[in-house]
Structure formats: C-alpha cells, structure tokens
C-alpha cells in the first residue's frame, strides 16, 4: 500500500518546538518533491515548507521562515520539518505531500497528488 505517514505532532507552549516526520511509504519511485501544508479551522489549507528531494532547493512560507526547517532523507523518502520558536498562530493540522512531477517543485499544492492524513500540532500561549 502507497501512502504518506505523518507523526511528531503534539502540544506544546509558546516558544516550544517540535519535529514532525513524513515517510513516503511503498512507492516505488522517489517522489520528486515533498512539503509540508496546515489547515487551521475555518482557513483554507497553506503552503508551510516545500522541499525538492532531487537538490536542495526549499521553499517557505513567510510566516514561518527563520522558525522552521525542511529537510529530508532522501534515501528513505523522508521528510522532517522542525519547528521553533512555535506561536499559537501555528496551531493546525499538518499534512505532508508529495508528487512525481518533472516540473519541478512550486509553492502550490494543486501540483502535490498524495496526501498524508495529518498530525494534529498545538501550541498554547
């Protein structure tokens, strides 16, 4: 079965941190570009990081930059976020994606096909 798995997320205070991890599990092929998004009640789902598996290029939301880092293992089809400095305005569902395009990676998540099913991150002021 292919399918993305989140986990890391949890509660935590302001000026926490946390890590989430994301495994793209049973494909056959290196997905070409992974990323982070959140959805927080009532808001539409948003970009939060986006990360190239084939380079190094990375992407990120400007309400997030300076506080969280996108990397991966590439050898495993695994992707991390980790996230300082947390704000109460963090607070949402996680979803990390991925697609097999050869486009390329862009900021926008109609290009990413496969989902996660989230992991829940609060932070409480």
């Known amino acids: 079965e292919v399918q993305l798995v989140e986990s890391g997320g949890g509660s935590v205070q302001a000026g926490g941190s946390l890590r989430l991890s994301c495994v793209a599990s049973g494909y056959t092929y290196r997905p070409a570009c992974m990323g982070w998004f959140r959805q927080a009640p009532g808001k539409e789902r948003e970009e939060v990081a986006i990360?190239?598996?084939?380079?190094?290029?990375?992407y990120y939301a400007d309400s997030v930059k300076g506080r969280f880092t996108i990397s991966q293992d590439s050898a495993e089809y695994r992707v991390y976020l980790q996230m300082n400095s947390l704000k109460p305005e963090d607070t949402a569902m996680y979803y990390c994606a991925a697609h097999w395009w050869a486009t390329g990676c862009r900021a926008d998540r109609t290009d990413f096909t496969d989902w996660g099913q989230g992991t829940q991150v609060t932070v409480s002021s």
């Open positions: 990360i190239s598996t084939r380079g190094t290029s990375t």
